[in-house]
């Protein structure tokens, strides 16, 4: 059964850093790409980052550029996304699917629980 399973969120100050863990069962994240995205209260899900299967390339939303990083690490079965330099606007549960773009519509119906972020002094 493919699975994904988020993990790392966390309340933090304006300024702060997180790192999400996305583990993955029943598939292989060698050959998949995957991503991130985020869905804060009364908004519309937003596309973060997706990392290709070939060569890592990621394309990242301009919202976390230069902020969030996203890897995977195969051997793990695992992706991450470091976030640095938080923001209150980051607040969101944030999830992780197949991806293939950073459009809204862009992510894989299979996702994990998310795993909540809150950014509040």
């Known amino acids: 059964q493919l699975q994904f399973v988020e993990s790392g969120g966390g309340l933090v100050q304006p300024g702060g850093s997180l790192r999400l863990s996305c583990t993955a069962s029943g598939f292989t994240l060698d050959y998949s790409a995957v991503g991130w995205f985020r869905q804060a209260p009364g908004k519309e899900r937003e596309g973060v980052s997706c990392i290709s299967p070939n060569d890592d390339s990621t394309l990242s939303a301009d919202s976390v550029q230069g902020r969030f990083t996203t890897s995977r690490d195969n051997h793990e079965n695992a992706m991450y996304l470091q976030m640095n330099s938080l923001k209150p606007e980051d607040t969101a549960v944030y999830y992780c699917?197949?991806?293939w773009g950073i459009g809204s519509a862009d992510y894989g119906d299979s996702r994990g629980q998310g795993t909540q972020v809150t950014v509040s002094s």
């Open positions: 699917a197949h991806c």
